[in-house]
């Protein structure tokens, strides 16, 4: 390994890591595409390298490191970093490629023949005829249908004797079902006017329709004229006389009567 020189390796990458390291390029684990060739190259090729069981020998980084010194994309490396990579993800990869080469035979032949274009010529072809509608004739009550269409058509003869189209059964079945699913619209209930419960006076005739004590007019039962001694009839019994003053007044009837 080369020492750093400032004026010289601060254009290349990784030049700070390296700087900090004092090497001419920084010392990484294998990580790059180029290295990862070198390496394998160097497992075919190279003594020092395939030779090894559990840690690549000296020898082996120097020629890793020399290669560095002139290949882009290749930094330093220690023996170490070398071992780890050979003995992780490089022994990994060729343990898939060796289980790949064994089962090649039968994955081929396999593959042959599910890929072989001559299969094409056992398949059987489906017969191509016209597109035709769907035609229900049977499933309909008829009983229904005739009751339906005799209503709608109670004029025509004809319509109860024969049966209509199968478009036209169904569209009046459906017809009628959602008229018998509606509920019947109930009849609204006219609500009575409000009369004055002291004096029975109508709206607009007397004010004791808004409330009682407003009222201008004698009691209907006992002709008291003022509210404070007859209050008149009780709201919840309208039909049975009651006169009298009431001893528990709202705050509103207090301050209109001067109680």
């Known amino acids: 390994m080369q020492a750093f020189i400032s004026s010289v390796d601060r254009k290349q990458k990784q030049w700070f890591l390296a700087q900090l390291q004092g090497t001419r390029k920084a010392v990484l684990p294998v990580h790059t595409i180029a290295e990862r060739k070198l390496f394998n190259e160097f497992m075919l090729t190279c003594r020092q390298f395939y030779i090894s069981r559990t840690e690549l020998t000296p020898e082996a980084v120097k020629l890793w490191n020399r290669k560095a010194e002139t290949m882009p994309g290749v930094y330093y490396k220690l023996s170490e970093q070398l071992s780890q990579y050979a003995s992780g993800d ?46 229900v004739t049977q499933g309909f009550d008829v009983g229904s249908v005739t009751s339906v269409s005799g209503t709608s058509n109670s004029g025509s003869a004809e319509s109860n004797q024969t049966h209509p189209n199968i478009i036209d059964m169904a569209t009046q079945i459906s017809r009628q079902r959602t008229m018998d699913a509606q509920p019947s619209q109930a009849i609204k209930k006219q609500r009575n006017s409000r009369h004055c419960i002291r004096c029975g006076q109508a709206p607009g005739q007397c004010n004791g329709a808004g409330a009682w004590y407003r009222c201008q007019y004698p009691c209907r039962d006992c002709g008291e004229k003022s509210p404070k001694s007859c209050a008149g009839r009780d709201s919840k019994a309208p039909g049975k006389p009651q006169c009298g003053p009431l001893t528990e007044l709202t705050p509103a009837a207090r301050k209109h009567l001067g109680i």
């Open 90 to 135: 490089w022994q990994k990869t060729a343990n898939i490629k060796q289980s790949l080469s064994q089962a090649f035979e039968l994955t081929d032949t396999i593959r042959r023949q599910t890929r072989d274009p001559r299969r094409a010529e056992s398949i059987i072809n489906a017969t191509e005829t016209s597109l035709q509608p769907h035609h």
